[in-house]
């Protein structure tokens, strides 16, 4: 008979075992005094000390649906690689020879010295992807939010944002000092109550997401037109999640039901998502991109996106063009994993899409089954608040259209397993 081994299946501690060590003060200098540092410093602490700290872990090799810990291989239903493109040749051959030619960095801003031939190309490639007259591009999804609400928003004007709307939307917001309020998710009854009570002497932005990133719905596009033909409102949506993924070649959203994107006011993305690369853009008029290029703080004021990541983006754009069958085959796969989901009574919520919440509910019980799936070789850090609503803990199962039949039972076995028996142990034993 085989002998038995006990295999240690903790996530590395990225501390170095400071939260493990003998301080009690942790957080104690006076810089940290605060309610918040308290609560990240207890949570920390908390989970360190029993396994269940799965977040900050450092691959090896390429992340995509499978990842590399130390040396075991996991299965990653955390990455945004939605098409399956990291590590593909045609991508990294051609960043190796951009950089090559023309090294890492444009040396500057746009505006002064840092614009070069390969920004405009991509600018242009984006804006006949997308169906808008014009793009301007940034160095993150984050920074290209930042840029609508420091540019373009005026404190003085109001701003609906959907309650479910990226906290990148919502720091952008607050550091402008926007006036804004929420009305229900996805819900354009909601929108049109709150849009009849305002003054039509204001300005009025309606700012929306194509996917939402942490429920997986997709935006009522149709409907919110109607409305804002009726109110004349400004609309912005933000298409990090559905950018590459909706409608049959991925242009987005508007696609998906049918819409020309120029209805759209503003459109903004990131392009690190089923895009593999890193920077963010806008879409829109030739006018408002002129604009933008002359007055938001993160174009004129942030290094030129760099050429490898450029050359990265404009070689995606093209397979994306050339393969709509990676789009076919995410949308089987999330098609398959969310009726297999809902068909054993796993609660999904109102997912629509390639992301698929588990949703737990309880802090504890979200961070306990997280840990269950790590010690099986699944990666999916929680959910938990202040990320999501207090008792919304959740896993986020993001689908990868190179996933196996046979991978997406495995995790939906061990979710079931997590949840049913609600293991707590650190070790599991196996046989050598």
């Given at each position: ?22 301080k ?44 590399q ?31 090559d030619?023309?090294?890492?960095s ?44 420091s ?12 309650e ?96 020309d ?23 829109g ?53 969310l ?76 979710i ?17």
């Amino acid at each position: 008979m085989k002998n038995k081994k006990v295999v240690n299946n903790l996530p590395k501690d990225p501390f170095s075992g400071y939260f493990l060590s003998d301080k009690s003060h942790r957080f104690g200098q006076k810089l940290l005094q605060t309610q918040i540092s308290s609560f990240w410093s207890r949570l920390i602490s908390k989970t360190v000390s029993k396994g269940q700290y799965n977040y900050l872990q450092s691959g090896e090799l390429k992340s995509t649906s499978k990842i590399q810990l130390g040396k075991r291989n996991f299965l990653n239903v955390s990455s945004y690689d939605y098409l399956g493109l990291i590590g593909n040749r045609e991508i990294e051959a051609s960043t190796i020879k951009t950089i090559d030619k023309y090294g890492t960095s444009t040396g500057g801003v746009r505006l002064l010295s840092g614009s070069h031939v390969l920004h405009e190309e991509l600018e242009h490639k984006l804006a006949v992807f997308k169906g808008t007259e014009a793009t301007i591009t940034y160095t993150s999804g984050y920074m290209a939010n930042l840029a609508i609400a420091s540019a373009l928003i005026d404190p003085k004007d109001t701003v609906l944002i959907d309650e479910k709307i990226h906290m990148s939307i919502m720091d952008a917001l607050s550091m402008a000092k926007s006036n804004f309020e929420k009305f229900s998710h996805n819900n354009m009854e909601d929108l049109e109550l709150k849009l009849k009570e305002l003054s039509t002497h204001k300005r009025i932005f309606v700012i929306v997401e194509g996917i939402y990133s942490m429920d997986g719905s997709i935006l009522d596009l149709p409907n919110l037109i109607l409305l804002k033909k009726k109110y004349e409102f400004f609309l912005v949506i933000d298409e990090a999640h559905s950018f590459g993924i909706l409608g049959k070649t991925g242009r987005g959203v508007n696609e998906h039901f049918g819409i020309d994107a120029k209805e759209v006011d503003i459109w903004t993305s990131s392009l690190s998502k089923a895009i593999p690369s890193n920077g963010g853009f806008i879409g829109g008029s030739r006018e408002l991109i002129i604009f933008l290029q002359h007055q938001s703080s993160p174009y004129v004021f942030s290094s030129a996106l760099n050429l490898g990541s450029v050359a990265a983006i404009i070689k995606s754009l093209e397979i994306i063009d050339r393969h709509p069958e990676k789009i076919e085959s995410l949308w089987k796969n999330t098609n398959y994993f969310l009726n297999s989901c809902r068909q054993i009574g796993l609660n999904t919520g109102i997912s629509q899409s390639q992301i698929t919440p588990i949703i737990v509910g309880a802090r504890k019980q979200t961070l306990e089954l997280s840990a269950f799936l790590f010690r099986h070789k699944i990666l999916s850090p929680a959910a938990v608040f202040p990320a999501v609503p207090f008792n919304e803990g959740r896993l986020r199962i993001c689908m990868n259209a190179d996933m196996r039949v046979e991978e997406l039972d495995y995790i939906i076995e061990k979710i079931e397993c997590g949840l049913k028996n609600n293991v707590k142990a650190n070790t599991i034993q196996e046989y050598s």
